[in-house]
């Protein structure tokens, strides 16, 4: 199960950077107007720096309402723009804490001024952020890494982290699938994910029993009956066995 979270823009962030694209725009059109056809070589190079400067702009506004955070039973995916550092993956059992937070200040390693990237905050250290607004802060405390987000609806999204993490302890704890686990690494694969990983001694000779013997036992279908075309499609019941990778 995936859940995305879709943190909300702030409006003077956008308008930031949107102001900033105009100026930027105004400037270079104004530049053209007034001394076109004569542009000199110096003046086409500060075209192609306002070109470009004006391509990250926009690039990064579109980046900001792309932005989003995924969870899902392994790990928390930060989904945010190369320009301030990409894309982030965060295993569930390498978070150490999830608190709210106010957005703070800090010195700037690299990224983005108000949207992002790996800054220094002087009472946590080293941390990456993602911020798409001013009022939805929460600190995520991690083995190697400290990050900054802003999703929407922190309260829940914290208490959701929480409660994944909850889940994926007592799922390895007890030995059953954690939900979302590919068939070749769930434990119990052998029966597609439906019942109980089951200590092959004792398991072995049952099943074997009920393969070869074509007899009938306790925890299985009646004898098979080769004058019935029902025996192609006998499976064993699963009323003895225990479910283990039903949804936590």
């Known amino acids: ?52 400067v004006e391509a990250i702009m926009i690039s990064i506004l579109t980046s900001i309402y792309r932005t989003k955070y995924i969870l899902d039973d392994r790990e928390l995916v930060l989904r945010a723009s190369w320009f301030i550092g990409g894309s982030k993956n965060i295993p569930l059992k390498a978070i150490k804490s ?13 990224g983005a ?9 002087p009472s946590v250290g080293r941390t990456f952020m993602i911020i798409t607004n001013f009022r ?13 987000i802003t999703p929407k609806n922190p309260e829940n999204f914290i208490e959701t982290i929480q409660k994944m993490q ?19 690494r769930c434990p ?6 439906g019942t109980m990983q089951m200590n092959l001694t004792s398991f072995l000779p049952l099943f074997l029993n009920w393969c070869f013997s074509l007899g009938g ?25 225990k479910t283990s990778c039903s949804q936590l």
């Open 98 to 110: 999830v608190e709210r937070t106010l957005i703070p200040f800090g010195v700037r390693l690299f």
């Open 217 to 241: 036992t306790k925890t299985t279908s009646p004898g098979l009956n080769f004058s019935s075309r029902s025996w192609l499609t006998t499976t064993p019941s699963p009323s003895r066995m």
């Open 136 to 148: 939805d802060g929460v600190l995520i405390r991690a083995e190697h890494q400290n990050y900054v």
């Open 166 to 184: 909850t889940q994926a302890q007592l799922a390895a704890e007890e030995g059953y699938c954690v939900q979302g686990e590919s068939l070749e």
């Open 1 to 52: 199960m995936n859940i995305a979270n879709r943190p909300e823009v702030s409006g003077l962030l956008a308008c930031l950077y949107s102001g900033v694209a105009v100026l930027i725009a105004a400037i270079a059109g104004i530049i053209v107007y007034l001394r076109f056809p004569t542009l000199q070589t110096g003046e086409i190079l500060g075209l192609v720096v306002l070109a470009t």
């Open 188 to 193: 119990c694969h052998f029966f597609a994910c």
């Open 113 to 121: 001024s108000f949207y992002g990237g790996y800054y220094y905050l």
